[in-house]
């Protein structure tokens, strides 16, 4: 089990503040593998040499909050995420986005829209303001790229509800992100089917483990994994607490 | 088997079966090999560790029972399926190959479990009592059943996680299956739907939109949360029922599979 990498320690002291975009690559990089998510962040941060996926957030500090609410604020987060990330996919499709293609990904652009305004509705004034998604190092006109991202997301939102089911008190929440869950995880093997067809990736090895089981992931490692694609800081130690 | 991951696991509930894993090691070696006594302490605290990590209540042991009569039936399909010549074309056989192997994973793994108190394998008719006759010589008879058992699935597991909310390792091994079943449900809907000649069929579910319709009531659902969602972001009914899967109870399951099992 990893704990969340402290910045301050790996940065190198003070010295973090001259630290070159490389050398953060490099420690990002870093912190990203010692994520449970594996290969999934090992994918992502070295999906894109040309740009820095992870310069970590410029914007606001955001702080999700505790208990329940700090769960369903951590989902509205990721929600925000996708749902911004399906409206770009949809608003600049990629070069060569077959009719069939294009019908699924907005499908799951209007399901991650609901979700994220289901949950905006649901928290009310307790709910964190919107995100300010940094997409830089997604190069949006390929395919490759688009879909590599979306099964990024859609695996990352998978392992995030499932590992923060146990952490919900109330039961109507819980089976509420039960409900959302399965969406999620019928996206994630629609989209591998899209880049690998009639494989066995749709549920791959490569993302479930011995027991044929999908990851469950504390919202620490998840936070981290997501972190080069929000530019606000996002912190969610109480989460569930 | 990663030994070291299921000890991990064991000590995120158990904060001492490192140790007491240790303390059975080092009376082990003391006593030599010799010692009958001394090499049943390991697999006797391994087991008394395997006991806590798996300290189900009684409702949990029943909600693993019923997932296990649900992986039994799973298995047996897929294991029948894809045995069965001629039956799968070669362009699927990776696909169910896969999600066979899953439903044979999740068994060994239930099995595992509950130990002592996991229920015997029933005896299936998968002719649904002659309901689908053709049911290992027609394709399209075959990627529906399979279609409405994943979906099937994915139902009854998110039906139980509020049982299972004080047994929390528990609550997430089922929610690590459940997530599986709903990708397997995704790719076999896709499937059924070209072998039905059914574009409405995707691999989420629309309104209550399925090969075999009466398993899947109650997922045209619009209200979550207490709120009906109708108009949301401005948005179709078809999107807001498909942006949420709906639970079954064990009741509605149970009668949706009873007729699987040999009596």
Known sequence: ?241 | MDIFKIIDKFQQIDGDAIGRLEYASRRHFMNRIGSKLASAAIPMAFASIVNKAFAQSAGAIDVLNYALTLEYLEDEFYKAGNAAAGLIPASDKVIFTQIGKHETQHVAFLVKALGAKAITKPSFDFTYKGGFADIFSNYKTFVTVSSALEDTGVRAYKGQAGALQMDPQILEYALQVHSVEARHAAVARRLAAAQLGNPAMKGWITGKEGAVPAIYAGEENMTQGGVNLKGLASKSDAAVTEAFDEPLTKEAVLAIAGPFIKP
């Open chain 1, 1 to 241: 089990m990893n704990k969340n990498t402290d910045t301050k320690n790996s940065s190198g002291k003070r010295e973090g503040e001259i630290a070159s975009v490389v050398n953060r690559r490099l420690f990002l990089r870093s912190a990203g593998l010692a994520t449970s998510l594996g290969t999934i962040v090992i994918a992502a941060a070295c999906s894109d040499d040309d740009h820095d996926p992870m310069i970590p957030g410029t914007g606001d500090a955001v702080d999700l909050g505790s208990g329940d609410i700090g769960v369903l604020n951590y989902a509205y987060a990721l929600e925000q995420l996708e749902a911004a990330f399906y409206i770009q996919v949809i608003t600049t499709p990629y070069m060569g986005m077959s009719d069939a293609e294009k019908a699924i990904l907005t499908d799951i652009r209007d399901h991650e829209v609901i979700h994220r305004d289901f949950f905006k509705a649901a928290l009310g004034d307790k709910a964190i303001k919107g995100l300010t998604p940094n997409f830089g190092a997604i190069d949006f006109s390929k395919r490759d790229a688009v879909l590599g991202a979306a099964k990024l997301f859609e695996d990352t939102g998978v392992a995030a509800y499932n590992g923060a089911g146990k952490l919900i008190k109330d039961p109507n929440y819980l089976l509420l992100a039960g409900k959302i869950v399965s969406v999620e995880a019928r996206h994630a093997a629609v989209i591998r089917d899209l880049i690998n067809p009639k494989s066995a990736d749709f549920a791959g090895d490569d993302i479930l483990d011995a027991n044929g089981m999908d990851k469950a992931v504390a919202p620490a490692d998840i936070l981290a994994a997501v972190k080069g694609f929000v530019k606000d800081t996002i912190t969610g130690a109480n989460v569930g607490k």
